[in-house]
């Protein structure tokens, strides 16, 4: 099933132990479900707490007097404008203003950040950032950690039970509550929850822990993309790729207006595409009936025409219908309108519809 | 009397006076996960050994569940149209996919029986 290069999760024992059924993600052999299954694990995040594991996911650390200026450079950002805990959903974009990956840059101390990358970006990202820095007095760090998500709205409470006071942490924000530890109010579902990087001793007695909890599951990468879908956050490597850009991904409220003017790797590329508008956009879809419309089908208007495709689909166990998402003509992407995926040459109504499919329920206060 | 096979691509079929009724197996519904949409096919369709006749979709993907036999479609689980997940708690049961005609009925002897499905699944 998986190959020699597969890379594995340094607590597989404890995934194995609960059942899990392992698949091939991002290079890595990943918990898909857990003997509950995906739609059990969905709603039990949504209703109590998800314990997921993330180690596929890399964190870096960027320090030294250029620090700042270097992610100024790699990201449409003001690194030096972040308050100390304050995070940043960005990207790193190429010259064309592409998405090389969406990231989380988290301010620790005066000139020392914390990058959270994706698992299938990693490699490229590093070798961005460790090419940038040369430029800068900067050192780009990878970090070898357990990561760990508790996501839904027990975490904050099953966390205290574990003895992790997190009160005074809201949502995009992170701090260093122990030694080696990185810990941010964020997450992937749309719920109130936790990422925590953390040695693998630590993270072994932490699981432990929080499993003892009743309201704490192992939760698996197939609900891990139900969640993100129906909070309709993007995929990268699906809804957001090297040839999107912020702007088609409806994704500029993370570019603060006084950067766009800035200098970073891709800046002149966006401007321009800002100037004329994005030809197409990203937009929720939701079709009729049960049919879930999967990434790669087709999307056409109501006379035939290519509209866009979709590029993430499946079915929401919390909105109990299919949900997607994709890019269509920018013309098209007003909610409402009425277009057909094609799914194995049957045309299925879909709607374009505003996205979070759930609403979100972030602690911002 | 009734008589039941197996396909190596976990399919099921119970056969009674040249009807086939035909399923997935306990292990290819545990493969799939949660079922969330099952495509059913039209009454009278004919269909060759090898052809999709069903596609099965379970919150992450879409799977194809193939003739195992040649023949025409005869009936389909409607039930499945309300409650897909039937096939997720009742496989070989409630949870049945088609009736076909079978047009060869020399075609089951290449099948397996229960024994030789449960060595194959190991």
Same mark, same amino acid.
């Given at each position: 099933?998986?190959?020699?290069?597969?890379?594995?999760?340094?607590?597989?024992?404890?995934?194995?132990?609960?059942?899990?059924?392992?698949?091939?993600?991002?290079?890595?052999?990943?918990?898909?479900?857990?003997?509950?299954?995906?739609?059990?694990?969905?709603?039990?995040?949504?209703? *109590?707490?998800?314990?997921?594991?993330?180690?596929?996911?890399? $964190?870096?650390?960027?320090?030294?007097?250029?620090?700042?200026?270097?992610?100024?450079?790699?990201?449409?950002?003001?690194?030096?404008?972040?308050?100390?805990?304050?995070?940043?959903?960005?990207?790193?974009?190429?010259?064309?203003?592409?998405?090389?990956?969406?990231?989380?840059?988290?301010?620790?101390?005066?000139?020392?950040?914390?990058?959270?990358?994706?698992?299938?970006?990693?490699?490229?990202?590093? !070798?961005?950032?460790?090419?940038?820095?040369?430029?800068?007095?900067?050192?780009?760090?990878?970090?070898?950690?357990?990561?760990?998500?508790?996501?839904?709205?027990?975490?904050?409470?099953?966390?205290? !039970?574990?003895?992790?006071?997190?009160?005074?942490?809201?949502? &995009?924000?992170?701090?260093?509550?122990?030694?080696?530890?990185? &810990?941010?109010?964020?997450?992937?579902?749309?719920?109130?929850?936790?990422?925590?990087?953390?040695?693998?001793?630590?993270?072994?007695?932490?699981?432990?822990?929080?499993?003892?909890?009743? !309201?704490?599951?192992?939760?698996?990468?197939?609900?891990?993309?139900?969640?993100?879908?129906?909070?309709? $956050?993007? $995929? *990268?490597?699906?809804?957001?790729?090297?040839?999107?850009?912020?702007?088609?991904?409806?994704?500029?409220?993370?570019?603060?207006?006084?950067?766009?003017?800035?200098?970073?790797?891709?800046?002149?590329?966006?401007?321009?595409? $800002?100037?004329?508008?994005?030809?197409?956009?990203?937009?929720?879809?939701?079709?009729?009936?049960?049919?879930?419309?999967?990434?790669?089908?087709?999307?056409?208007?109501?006379?035939?025409?290519?509209?866009?495709?979709?590029?993430?689909?499946?079915?929401?166990?919390?909105?109990?219908?299919?949900?997607? &998402?994709?890019?269509?003509?920018?013309?098209?992407?007003?909610?409402?309108?009425?277009?057909?995926?094609?799914?194995?040459?049957?045309?299925?109504?879909?709607?374009?519809?505003?996205?979070?499919?759930?609403? *979100?329920?972030?602690?911002?206060? | 009397?009734?008589?039941?096979?197996?396909?190596?691509?976990?399919?099921?079929?119970?056969?009674?006076?040249?009807?086939?009724?035909?399923?997935?197996?306990?292990?290819a519904q545990e493969q799939l996960g949660d079922l969330v949409f099952v495509e059913l096919p039209e009454i009278g369709r004919k269909l060759a050994k090898g052809d999709t006749a069903v596609v099965v979709e379970s919150v992450k993907a879409a799977s194809d569940v193939y003739?195992?036999?040649?023949?025409?479609?005869?009936?389909?689980?409607?039930?499945?149209?309300?409650?897909?997940?039937?096939?997720?708690?009742?496989?070989?049961?409630?949870?049945?996919?088609?009736?076909?005609?079978?047009?060869?009925?020399?075609?089951?002897?290449?099948?397996?029986?229960?024994?030789?499905?449960?060595?194959?699944?190991?």
């Amino acid at each position: 099933m998986t190959g020699e290069d597969t890379k594995h999760l340094p607590l597989e024992d404890l995934h194995q132990a609960a059942g899990a059924r392992f698949g091939a993600f991002a290079g890595w052999s990943m918990p898909l479900t857990y003997p509950p299954g995906v739609m059990k694990e969905h709603l039990h995040t949504r209703e *109590h707490a998800g314990l997921f594991d993330i180690s596929h996911m890399k $964190l870096f650390a960027v320090s030294g007097p250029g620090a700042a200026a270097l992610l100024n450079r790699a990201c449409p950002l003001d690194a030096g404008a972040l308050d100390i805990s304050q995070s940043k959903y960005t990207f790193f974009l190429n010259e064309a203003a592409g998405i090389i990956d969406d990231l989380i840059v988290t301010r620790l101390g005066d000139d020392r950040f914390m990058v959270v990358a994706n698992a299938g970006n990693a490699v490229e990202d590093e !070798r961005h950032l460790r090419a940038l820095a040369g430029d800068f007095d900067a050192r780009v760090e990878p970090l070898d950690r357990v990561f760990l998500a508790i996501q839904g709205p027990d975490a904050w409470a099953t966390l205290a !039970r574990a003895g992790i006071e997190t009160g005074s942490l809201l949502f &995009m924000h992170g701090i260093e509550p122990r030694k080696n530890w990185f &810990m941010s109010r964020s997450g992937y579902t749309g719920e109130d929850g936790f990422e925590i990087g953390l040695p693998e001793a630590d993270a072994r007695d932490l699981v432990t822990t929080l499993l003892k909890d009743e !309201r704490v599951q192992w939760i698996g990468l197939a609900a891990r993309d139900s969640l993100r879908l129906e909070a309709g $956050l993007c $995929l *990268h490597g699906q809804d957001l790729t090297p040839g999107i850009d912020p702007a088609s991904a409806g994704l500029m409220w993370a570019i603060p207006k006084e950067v766009r003017a800035g200098h970073f790797i891709g800046a002149d590329a966006l401007r321009s595409i $800002l100037e004329s508008g994005p030809a197409q956009k990203r937009v929720g879809l939701k079709p009729d009936g049960r049919q879930p419309v999967r990434a790669g089908a087709a999307l056409v208007d109501a006379d035939g025409n290519p509209a866009g495709h979709v590029t993430s689909g499946g079915f929401g166990p919390s909105t109990g219908h299919p949900v997607a &998402m994709g890019y269509v003509d920018t013309a098209l992407a007003k909610a409402g309108t009425k277009l057909f995926a094609d799914v194995r040459g049957t045309k299925i109504p879909v709607d374009v519809t505003p996205l979070p499919f759930t609403p *979100h329920r972030y602690r911002k206060g | 009397m009734a008589k039941t096979y197996f396909t190596e691509d976990h399919e099921w079929l119970r056969v009674d006076g040249g009807v086939a009724t035909v399923g997935i197996t306990d292990y290819a519904q545990e493969q799939l996960g949660d079922l969330v949409f099952v495509e059913l096919p039209e009454i009278g369709r004919k269909l060759a050994k090898g052809d999709t006749a069903v596609v099965v979709e379970s919150v992450k993907a879409a799977s194809d569940v193939y003739a195992p036999v040649d023949g025409e479609i005869t009936e389909a689980n409607a039930s499945l149209s309300a409650d897909p997940s039937l096939v997720n708690s009742a496989a070989t049961g409630d949870g049945w996919l088609w009736k076909m005609k079978l047009s060869d009925e020399s075609q089951l002897a290449s099948l397996m029986d229960e024994a030789a499905y449960k060595a194959h699944i190991g």
